[in-house]
């Protein structure tokens, strides 16, 4: 069997528990657990830090504005070009420029 019609992305999916403070351009697969609160930040923007999980942890991520409305508790998301970083001490991951969150299940 060959891989060659995978698109790049799928090669190099991480897991969780891989991610460091830093870690840039992750590919991850995980399903989100909870949805936090939504808080609007200084110039207008919406942001929800939700709980997502896959088979090695859980960790939080940042969504923006009308991603955030979009996803829900259930929903397994592949995050794309993403990057993780410390906020108020908790390890984040964030969509980067250029990255993307797109469910693929739930």
Known sequence: MTTTNNPPTEAALFLLKD??????????????????????????HEVRSCKV?????????????ELGSLIQAGDIIRLTRGY?????????????RGGDL?????
């Not at 403070?21 to 609007?40: H, P, W, Y």
């Not at 999980?53 to 504005?65: L, Q």
Request: aromatic residues 8%.
């Open 19 to 44: 991610v460091k403070a830093g870690s840039k351009n992750l590919s991850i697969v995980f399903i989100v657990l909870e949805i936090g609160r939504v808080t609007k930040t200084k110039d207008g």
């Open 53 to 65: 999980a896959d088979k090695s942890g859980s960790i939080a991520i940042s969504v923006w504005d």
């Open 84 to 96: 993780a970083s410390i906020w108020k001490g908790c390890l984040t991951l964030y969509t980067g």
């Open 102 to 106: 797109q469910k693929i299940g739930e």
